[in-house]
């Protein structure tokens, strides 16, 4: 009795049982497909770069399950000539249907094969910040500097301007110090060269710049530029400004706070020191 | 209990201790377990083995693992060397070395720990967008190889060919770290060659043997990471031989 419901069609020539065996054929690709994936990461981790790894998995799962998908059908004793022609068929009125989730999908292969980013870059696109973790067929997920989780819509980021920190093998970054100007600028800036000589990731070509920049109202500004590997920056700006600091005021350079001078007109009875009669400078 | 070539240099059985002005290497045996020390002016590292008893090998390595891997690249930078159009020249340049320590057997080993006496500086061979980030060395020219510290610097025996029809400045020459062969006995040494096509083309590779009887090739650190990346050994500079 049992039997005889799983050879009850459902539509078609399409009995109960077919679709069982389908099932069990696309269940049964799926689960290779993720003992192929675990053991390739396995094996195969400390071998290839994680970005390249995770795109390597992607392709293999992708094929295990359609040659799955492709073993089942004949349970359905589908022609696949005319599944060829309904498949185009249905793709057509599914893709007016869901306009954006095709848009998406297309929106990812350009981007899969474009390539303006890859899983571990740092990049800005749009209102979003953070690290590359998973370029997916729909959509990308980004992890912010703050870690949180945003998925971005694949259309999005294919009509955004991306901004890649680290497309580049290197990158400069700049920083402006201000000194006073009893202080000699000339001997800052040697010893900010120093500095810069003696850090393994300033690059040596392009070189660091240090130049009088502005002579500002509270400062003289010296101006930084560093180049250093793209993968390493930010570890070398934070360090330096530091140093530059340590440095600068172990010889005796003052960094000063910002600062005015103020002179009241002879005549006008105003000083900060009433005790020395109506002129007087003041600073603050 | 040691096999020597250099100081420090060489193939020890745990425990030992290995000494040299500025440096320390030890492992010492426990009653399952082992700990390594080292100390260098970089300061000092300790790590627990998971056995008591096995082979240790130090020796030079590629220098481009330090402070952090960033690079596979290494960029010699040296005083201008005139050539004329289809001529050949055999030139000595001195370069930092970093010393490996590894465990295991010849043909499968780990790198434990790599340190240096050298001061790494960093820099950029081409341009930002498709150019290699390079480890620095800005060397003399010598014509014979200069007398070394082997403990903090090699010799790489280098072959300048000008294949092109004009005369050409060569001050770089830039290698793929993956290529790199070094060798040891009483100093460390490699032996490489560039071929210069014009002012900015050239290709360098690495020779795969000694630069002088004797000498030994030593374990490298590229292996170890076990990279499917095939090696190439030839590498294109597209970029200039000159400044």
Redesign the interface.
């Known amino acids: 009795m049992a039997f005889e419901s799983l050879r009850m069609e459902l539509f078609g020539n399409v009995t109960l049982l077919d679709l069982i065996v389908f099932a069990i054929a696309v269940f049964v690709a799926l689960v290779i497909a993720k003992i192929v994936a675990i053991y390739l990461k396995k094996s195969?981790s400390?071998?290839?770069p994680p970005a390249e790894m995770d795109f390597l998995i992607k392709v293999i799962q992708a094929a295990i399950v359609i040659i799955g998908v492709y073993l089942a059908l004949p349970s359905f004793n589908i022609n696949l000539a005319d599944m060829l022609v309904v498949g185009g068929t249905m793709g057509l009125v599914i893709a007016f249907a869901s306009q954006r989730i095709v848009s998406n999908f297309g929106s990812g292969l350009f981007l899969i094969a474009e390539r303006p980013m890859k899983p571990g870059d740092n990049v800005n696109i749009g209102t979003v910040s953070g690290t590359v973790e998973e370029i997916r067929v729909l959509s990308t997920i980004i992890k912010t500097h703050e870690g949180v989780y945003v998925r971005v819509p694949n259309e999005k980021i294919f009509t955004s301007e991306i901004t890649n920190f680290v497309a580049?093998?290197?990158?400069r970054f700049e920083y402006t110090i201000g000194i006073s100007y009893q202080s000699d600028a000339e001997h800052a800036i040697r010893i900010v060269k120093t500095l810069l000589e003696?850090h393994?990731?300033v690059?040596?070509?392009?070189s660091p710049s240090v130049f009088v920049d502005t002579l500002a109202d509270s400062s003289v500004n010296l101006r930084v530029f560093i180049?250093a590997?793209s993968?390493?920056w930010w570890s070398v700006r934070t360090e330096m400004l530091w140093a530059i600091k340590k440095a600068l005021e172990n010889e005796g350079i003052e960094i000063p706070f910002p600062q005015q001078v103020v002179t009241f007109a002879p005549g006008t009875g105003l000083s900060l020191n009433p005790g020395c009669g109506g002129e007087g400078e003041g600073h603050g | 209990m040691r096999v020597p070539s250099l100081p420090v240099f060489g193939i020890y059985q745990i425990p030992f201790q290995t000494d040299a002005p500025g440096i320390t290497v030890s492992v010492e045996s426990g009653l399952a377990t082992s700990t390594y020390r080292r100390t260098s002016p970089e300061g000092t590292l300790a790590k627990r083995l998971g056995y008591r008893e096995g082979r240790v090998i130090i020796n030079p390595v590629e220098p481009i693992n330090l402070p952090t891997e960033v690079t596979g690249m290494l960029e010699f930078h040296f005083m201008p060397v005139t050539m004329r159009p289809n001529s050949r020249i055999t030139i000595c340049l001195k370069f930092p070395v970093e010393i490996g320590v590894f465990v295991g057997a010849d043909d499968n080993y780990t790198l434990l720990d790599v340190f240096s006496l050298a001061r790494p500086k960093y820099s950029l061979y081409g341009t930002p967008e498709k150019g290699v980030i390079t480890r620095h060395v800005e060397c003399e020219v010598y014509e014979d190889a200069p007398p070394t510290n082997p403990l903090e610097e090699g010799v790489l025996f280098l072959t300048l060919r000008n294949s092109g029809r004009d005369w050409i400045e060569v001050t770089r020459a830039v290698f793929e770290s993956s290529a790199l062969r070094l060798f040891y006995d009483k100093t460390v040494a490699m032996a490489g060659e560039m071929e210069v096509f014009s002012r900015m083309v050239a290709e360098t590779k690495v020779i795969d043997r000694p630069p002088e009887e004797g000498m030994k090739q030593a374990l490298r650190v590229y292996p170890t990471k076990k990279s499917l990346i095939p090696e190439r050994p030839p590498f294109m500079m597209e970029y200039g031989v000159g400044d």
């Open positions: 195969l400390d071998r290839i580049n093998v290197a990158r003696d393994p990731f690059l040596r070509h392009p180049w590997p993968r390493v």
